[in-house]
C-alpha cells in the first residue's frame, strides 16, 4: 500500500471545468511537493508547501495543506488541455530527513 | 541554472547485461536520489546519496547499486538484467536545505530490457 494515497487515479474532464486531486495519509509530513509529469519526461516541481493550513496559487492552481500536515489538495479553476499530465504529491517524512515518498498519481486528461 | 541531466536518454539491453546510469545535479546540490518508474509499481525510490555517501535506500536487491562523485555527480548500475527491470530510471538533485526537501527531476532513461 502506498503511504500517501492519491485520488482520484485517472480524471477526464472537458477544457472550462474545475477539479480537485486529494493525496491523503495517516502519516505526518515535514513538507509536501505536487509534480506534474508529462510522458516521457521527468515530474516538475510545481509547489512546495511546509506549514499546516497553508494555501498557494499558482495561476489557475491552488494547492492546500492540511491543518495536521496529513494531507493536501490541488484544485484546478477552468482546466485547460495544457494542465493534461500526471499529477503526483510527494512527502518528506517528519523526523526521517529526506524520506521522500510518493502518491501513485492521478493521471488527468482535459478535452478540448 | 543548468538543470538535472541524465544520460543516455534510451538504452536497451539484454537480459543477464549490466547497465550503468549517470546523473549529473544542479550545480550546488550535493542530494541525488534515483527512482524507479513503472507504469504499475508507479515512482519507487531506489536510493539516496549525499556528499558521496548513501543515506537512504529503498527496497531493491543488492542488483541495483549507486555511487557518487566527490562533483556530486552519480551513477547507478544494474547488474544481471531481468524482463522486469525495464522501467523509466529518473535521477532527482536537492540542496538539501531547510524542511522544503524540494526534489528537481531530470527526463529520466528509458531502460528496456529484451
Known amino acids: 500500500t502506498q503511504l500517501l494515497e492519491q485520488s482520484p487515479q485517472f480524471l477526464s474532464i472537458q477544457e472550462g471545468e474545475n477539479l480537485t486531486v486529494y493525496c491523503n495519509s495517516s502519516s505526518v509530513f515535514s513538507s509536501l511537493q505536487w509534480y506534474r509529469q508529462e510522458p516521457g519526461e521527468g515530474p516538475v516541481l510545481l509547489v512546495t508547501v511546509v506549514t499546516g493550513g497553508e494555501v498557494k496559487k499558482l495561476k489557475r492552481l491552488t494547492f492546500q495543506f492540511g491543518d495536521a500536515r496529513k494531507d493536501s489538495s490541488l484544485h484546478i479553476t477552468a482546466a485547460q488541455p495544457g494542465d493534461t499530465g500526471l499529477y503526483l504529491c510527494a512527502g518528506a517524512l517528519v523526523g526521517n530527513n529526506n524520506d521522500m515518498r510518493f502518491g501513485a498519481g492521478t493521471r488527468l486528461t482535459v478535452k478540448p | 541554472k543548468a538543470g538535472v541531466t541524465q544520460t543516455p536518454r534510451y538504452l536497451i539491453k539484454t537480459r543477464g547485461q549490466q547497465v550503468t546510469l549517470s546523473c549529473s545535479p544542479i550545480?550546488?546540490?550535493?542530494?541525488v536520489s534515483w527512482y524507479q518508474q513503472t507504469p504499475g509499481q508507479g515512482l519507487q525510490f531506489l536510493f539516496e546519496y549525499f556528499s558521496e555517501t548513501q543515506r537512504n535506500k529503498g527496497n531493491f536487491p543488492g542488483r541495483f547499486s549507486g555511487r557518487q562523485f566527490s562533483n556530486s555527480r552519480s551513477e547507478m548500475n544494474v547488474s544481471t538484467l531481468e524482463l522486469g527491470d525495464s522501467a523509466l530510471y529518473l535521477c532527482?538533485?536537492?540542496?538539501?536545505?531547510?524542511?522544503?526537501?524540494?526534489?528537481?527531476f531530470g527526463p529520466g532513461t528509458r531502460l528496456t530490457v529484451t
Open positions: 550545480s550546488g546540490h550535493r542530494s
Open positions: 532527482a538533485s536537492s540542496s538539501d536545505r531547510g524542511r522544503r526537501y524540494e526534489q528537481y
